[in-house]
């Protein structure tokens, strides 16, 4: 069975941090990406950034980068996403994703796996 489970999604003022977790089983983490899309209501899912697990190359996105760090580590089968400097248009439910090999989609139909979902929510 195949699994992605996320986690660390809370309420936070703006300027503060959270890290999400998303923790993989059932299939080969190496050959993977891992990263995040995120979906704010009535708004289309978003990546946000990704790992290449063998290679430790990182995407992110131009609206978070400089303020959010993704890392993976192999042998625990995790991926992280330390965000910081959240801003109010970061709120949404941010859902780890998986695909084979390298190559990120943008869109969300080309991911393969993805985790349930976890809520971030930052405060004015």
């Known amino acids: 069975e195949v699994q992605l489970v996320d986690s660390g999604g809370g309420l936070v003022q703006a300027g503060g941090s959270l890290r999400l977790s998303c923790v993989a089983s059932?299939?080969?983490?190496?050959?993977?990406?891992i990263g995040w899309f995120r979906q704010a209501p009535g708004k289309e899912r978003e990546g946000v950034s990704c790992?290449?697990?063998?290679?430790?190359?990182?995407y992110y996105a131009v609206s978070v980068k400089g303020r959010f760090t993704i890392s993976s580590e192999k042998d625990k089968n995790t991926a992280y996403l330390q965000m910081n400097s959240l801003k109010p248009e970061d709120t949404g439910v941010y859902y780890c994703?998986?695909?084979?090999?390298?190559?990120?989609?943008?869109?969300?139909?080309?991911?393969?796996?993805w985790g349930q979902g976890t809520q971030v929510t930052v405060s004015s």
């Open positions: 994703a998986a695909v084979d090999g390298n190559v990120w989609p943008t869109d969300p139909e080309l991911i393969d796996y």
């Open positions: 059932g299939f080969s983490f190496d050959d993977y990406s």
């Open positions: 790992i290449s697990v063998a290679d430790g190359r990182a």
